[in-house]
């Protein structure tokens, strides 16, 4: 079993960047495809971005394509969610995932079978 610890959340204003990362503890990073879930208030936990456990087969979400990217380091045992560009609208609490179908990242929460805590990302206007 792997235990999940998101960081890197805070404010920002719109327009500016952050990095959010996921650290896996208890089993390698590499035995599991990851996955970016983030829920914002009032709404449904929806999906962000997704890889599979090499790093390949990249998802993402209509509202985050070309500001948001996904990388990891197995090495490290550590899922990145570089933020760009940030709006408003990014304000959420952002959740990682692992899913133990290593091979192939998806897009659907049910998929997944650990998750973090999440951080609150606040993007001020």
């Known amino acids: 079993q792997v235990q999940l610890v998101e960081s890197g959340g805070g404010l920002v204003q719109a327009g500016g960047s952050l990095r959010l990362s996921c650290t896996a503890s208890?089993?390698?990073?590499?035995?599991?495809?990851m996955g970016w879930f983030r829920q914002a208030p009032g709404k449904e936990r929806e999906f962000v971005a997704t890889v599979n456990w090499i790093g390949g087969t990249l998802y993402y979400a209509d509202s985050v394509k070309g500001r948001f990217t996904i990388s990891r380091d197995n090495a490290k045992n550590t899922l990145y969610l570089q933020m760009n560009s940030l709006k408003p609208e990014d304000t959420a609490v952002y959740y990682c995932?692992?899913?133990?179908?290593?091979?192939?990242?998806?897009?659907?929460?049910?998929?997944?079978?650990?998750w973090g805590q999440g951080t609150q990302v606040t993007v001020s206007s």
């Open positions: 208890g089993r390698t990073l590499s035995s599991y495809a």
């Open positions: 995932a692992a899913r133990t179908e290593y091979y192939r990242g998806s897009k659907e929460e049910y998929e997944y079978d650990y």
